[in-house]
C-alpha cells in the first residue's frame, strides 16, 4: 500500500537507505554540528521524510552535546517512521543531556501537519519535498511549522551519483552518462505524474524567499568514496544501480539492458559487487532561510 503521492515503494528502500546512512555519517554529523548551532538551548528539531533515521540521528547528537531538546520525526510512511524512530531512540540513549523523541505519521503535504506540530526550532527536510505534488506548498508549509527565529533546511539537488567506470568491458562505454539521462527522465515523469503535481519555476533559494523566509543561502557537502571500495561502498553501488534500473531500464537501449543484467547478477563475473574500481562520488545542496522573529 502507497502512502505517498509519488507510488514509491519506500518500505522496500530502507536497506539501501541504512547502508547509505552509515557511509554518510561523518559528513552528516558536521552538517548536524553546524544546523543545531543556529539553534537555541533544548531546541526543537523535526525531520520530515527522515528515510533510516540518519541525519535525525545526527541531530540527536548534536543537541545531546548542547542541551539537549527534542527531535521530531515525520513521515507518511509507518515502516519508515517507525524504524527511523526507534533508531534515534537507540542512540539517545547514551547521550550526556536529554534528547526527547517524536514520531508523526503524516502527508507533509497535508494541512494536519500544521495542526500536529509548530514552534519548531529547525526544519530538516532532505530529498522530501521533491515528492509532493506542489513543492512551494510544501515549502510554505514547513516554514508554518517554525517559530520564530527558526530556520528551515532543505537538501535538494548537488551532483548525481557517479559510480561507475567509464568502460566497464560490459555492453558499450558510457553506461553511467545513459544511465543519469535516464534516471533524470524517470524524475521528470514522476513529478509530472503525481495528481495534482505543480511546476517549481524557480530554483530553491527562491522558494524559500518566497515562503517569507529571511538570510537565505545554500551550501553544499561531498560524499567522495574512492576506489577501492570497502564492503559497505560496493553493497551500496549495488543498491544504487539496482534503484536506477528499476526505475530507469526501460528508457535504455536493449544492450544496455543486458548489460544491467549481467551487472546486477552476483553469478556473473561480470557482478558490479565484485569489481574493486566502483567509488561513489556525489554532492548535496542544503538551501536554508530563517522565519522573522517576532
Ligand atoms: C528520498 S527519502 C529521503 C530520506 C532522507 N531524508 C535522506 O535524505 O536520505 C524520502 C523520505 O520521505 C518520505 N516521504 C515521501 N513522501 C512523503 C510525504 N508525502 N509526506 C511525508 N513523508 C514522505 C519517505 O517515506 C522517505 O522517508
Redesign the pocket.
Same mark, same amino acid.
Do not use: Y
Given at each position: 500500500m502507497t502512502?505517498? @503521492?509519488?507510488g514509491?515503494d519506500?518500505p522496500s528502500?530502507l536497506a539501501a537507505?541504512r547502508r547509505?546512512?552509515e557511509l554518510q555519517e561523518p559528513v552528516m554529523r558536521t552538517v548536524a554540528e553546524r544546523l543545531i548551532e543556529l539553534t537555541p538551548a533544548r531546541a526543537t528539531v523535526a525531520?520530515?521524510?527522515?528515510?533510516?533515521g540518519?541525519?535525525s540521528t545526527a541531530l540527536a547528537m548534536a543537541m545531546g552535546k548542547r542541551g539537549g531538546g527534542t527531535v521530531v520525526l515525520?513521515?507518511?510512511?509507518p515502516e519508515?517512521?517507525s524504524a527511523?524512530a526507534e533508531q534515534v531512540r537507540r542512540a539517545v540513549t547514551s547521550l550526556p543531556e536529554q534528547v526527547d523523541v517524536r514520531a508523526i505519521r503524516?502527508?507533509?503535504?497535508?494541512d494536519e501537519l500544521t495542526s500536529l506540530l509548530s514552534d519548531v526550532d529547525l526544519v530538516w527536510?532532505?530529498?522530501?519535498v521533491h @515528492?509532493?505534488p506542489d513543492q512551494q506548498d510544501g515549502i510554505n508549509r514547513l516554514t508554518r511549522l517554525l517559530a520564530p527565529g527558526g530556520w528551515l533546511a532543505i537538501?535538494e539537488g548537488g551532483l548525481g551519483t557517479r559510480c561507475l567506470p567509464w568502460d566497464l568491458g560490459v555492453g558499450e562505454p558510457g553506461l553511467g552518462d545513459r544511465l543519469e539521462a535516464a534516471g533524470a527522465a524517470w524524475f521528470a515523469d514522476m513529478r509530472s505524474g503525481m495528481p495534482g503535481s505543480v511546476r517549481l519555476p524557480v530554483g530553491w533559494t527562491q522558494a524559500l524567499a518566497d515562503a517569507g523566509l529571511v538570510g537565505v543561502s545554500s551550501f553544499s557537502y561531498l560524499i567522495d568514496l574512492p576506489a577501492p571500495p570497502s564492503e559497505r561502498v560496493r553493497q551500496s553501488v549495488v543498491d544504487w544501480l539496482s534503484w536506477v534500473a528499476g526505475v530507469a531500464a526501460e528508457r535504455l537501449g536493449e544492450a544496455d539492458q543486458a548489460a544491467l543484467v549481467r551487472l546486477l547478477d552476483p553469478d556473473d563475473p561480470a557482478f558490479v559487487g565484485a569489481r574493486d574500481d566502483v567509488f561513489i562520488l556525489t554532492a548535496s545542496t542544503i538551501h536554508l532561510g530563517r522565519k522573522i522573529s517576532g
Open positions: 502512502h505517498t @503521492h509519488d514509491i519506500w528502500r537507505f547509505i546512512d525531520d520530515i521524510g527522515p528515510g533510516a540518519g541525519m515525520v513521515d507518511a510512511v519508515l517512521l527511523s503524516v502527508d507533509a503535504a497535508s527536510a532532505s530529498r522530501v @515528492h509532493l537538501s
